[in-house]
């Protein structure tokens, strides 16, 4: 069957945000790494940037104007994607580093096992014109209403945020020993339950790979509260925002305590706005879904 990739692609990008070329770039290189069934996007960012060098012979000539992508895909395989992060960054440099993609994976297996038994994530994204390439057209049901869906919801978002609390009460404690990699950890652990818990009310979505980055990137796309730990263009702002996405590690594997307590007090006052901004804009969220779901009440 020829893939729907040259049909579906030029609805899904509206006003040619993303050129044809690149989205015909990025399918070949995602099929260079893994064998693909399907491409869909989910959302993007576009920056550009122009220089100007007033030393120059023609100092009013700018340069040309350059183009960076963030994408948000998911993508059918046949194959069981086990490094998200490898395989991300295998694209990166693939595109010469004008793409960057965060990347949720399903086998086609597991996509069939989830259209049978109804996954409301799936049913808003694999729609025809969000298609970016398809190698056949996918069988998918529409949302699901209901009241247990909303008390689901809404339990899981009870759960994450416990969970966040929890991690972030710890963080709080007065110890003895000061390690303030540990905390560090702690607090990134924080915020990733907290991501979690704002992916499960906004798109129902439960992801089976766990990163810091990867998530903040994730919810942007549908609220403003990564923006406070997502880094600035301060230094300090960039190294506290790598000390928490390498926490795991540094734990783990360094046995020299790298980050200052200045550093983990500047991360835990940014994990508490964190969590009070995500607690009212989940909050806020379930409010809206709530009516919704209570109008498809059985009689």
Known sequence: MEPLSKISNINAIQDDLIPDKIVTKI???IKSIIEVHSIYLIGMQKDSRSSLYLLNPNP??????????KLIILIISEEYVAQP?????????????SVRIDSIHYTLNEIKYRLRHGDNFLSRILTPEKAIY?????LCGGYCYHPKMYAAIRKEWEFRMNRAYYFKDKVDVCDDIYDESARMFLISQSLQQACAALL?????????YYDLNHFLNLCSN???SPNIVLPKKSF???????????????VNFKSIDEVSLEDSNYAQRLCRRFLEKVANEGEKKLQELEPLHSEFNVQ
Do not use: D, G
Not at 200 to 208: C, G
Not at 236 to 250: D, E, G, I, P, T
């Open 85 to 97: 992060k490898e395989f991300m960054s295998k694209v990166f440099s693939k595109m010469h580093e």
């Open 60 to 69: 009013e000539k700018q340069s040309p104007i350059m183009h960076a992508y």
């Open 236 to 250: 300090r702002s960039k190294r506290v925002f790598h000390a928490l996405c390498h926490a795991q590690y540094n």
């Open 134 to 138: 398809a190698a056949e057209s996918l």
């Open 200 to 208: 499960y009310v906004f798109w129902e979505y439960k992801s089976s």
């Open 27 to 29: 399918t070949k290189v």
């Open 222 to 224: 549908f609220c403003n």
